[in-house]
């Protein structure tokens, strides 16, 4: 059972235009939300966060909105820039103490 | 700063064999968390190490177990490995023992088992 899902395997998008990845989670006790990216050979780093108890954070190029009567989240960036090419994963937690995450988008910005 | 470091980086094993992977955590971070994360999958919650007990645990069964020791390193020992335990194995160290604390990765290690 996929608690947390990511329905896009990848995505392609030009440089200097926005990417969108987007998450859906199915259990209503997660209250605390995270993207992170991942480069190969390396391992996951955190980009942000965002508390059920906001709908918007943001820093710098990337901005993440939460939708919790939808149960979804979405990550933005803008302008995507090549360094920006990487696995991006969603995770969520709640009262359990463990990062549950979805499968990853694999986001690649062509110049 | 030493970022979270992993050994070995690549491991082959056969069936049936136990295998230890070490994490050191960063600078400064009481717990450590690991992670099974198998091919096109997201990493997986095994378990989670603070000050030295045993934290939470995610749904493995009891061959997979774990140490921390007083200066905050951890192991993950599997027994009796089973060909569906091929995958990166990744640790993340915090300063918190709570999910809100920001984990921060190793490079993992990379279980063959055959």
């Known amino acids: 059972d996929q608690q947390v899902k990511q329905n896009s395997p990848s995505l392609s998008v030009q440089e200097g235009r926005i990417s969108i990845l987007n998450c859906d989670y199915t259990?209503?006790?997660?209250?605390?939300f995270l993207w992170y990216k991942k480069y190969p050979a390396e391992g996951p780093t955190f980009l942000i966060s965002i508390s059920s108890i906001k709908d918007k954070n943001e820093d710098g190029r990337f901005t993440v909105f939460l939708n919790k009567s939808a149960k979804h989240l979405s990550l933005h960036i803008v302008p995507s820039q090549p360094g920006d090419s990487a696995v991006y994963f969603c995770?969520?937690?709640?009262?359990?103490?463990?990062?549950?995450f979805g499968s990853g988008t694999q986001l690649t910005v062509l110049p | 700063e030493t970022g979270v470091t992993q050994s070995p980086t690549h491991l082959i094993k056969t069936r049936g064999q136990q295998v230890t992977l070490r994490c050191s955590s960063q600078s400064g971070h009481n717990t450590v968390s690991w992670y099974q994360q198998a091919l096109g999958q997201g990493p997986q919650f095994i378990f989670q190490?603070?000050?030295?007990?045993?934290?939470g645990r995610g749904n493995f069964p009891p061959r997979f177990s774990g140490l921390q020791f007083p200066n905050y390193s951890s192991e993950l020992n599997v027994n009796a490995l089973e060909l569906d335990d091929s995958a990166l194995y990744l640790c993340?160290?915090?300063?918190?023992?709570?999910?809100?604390?920001?984990?921060?990765f190793g490079p993992g290690t990379r279980l063959t088992v055959l």
């Open positions: 995770a969520a937690a709640g009262s359990a103490r463990q990062l549950t």
């Open positions: 993340a160290s915090s300063k918190g023992g709570t999910q809100r604390d920001t984990q921060y």
């Open positions: 259990n209503s006790m997660f209250d605390y």
């Open positions: 190490y603070y000050r030295e007990e045993e934290n």
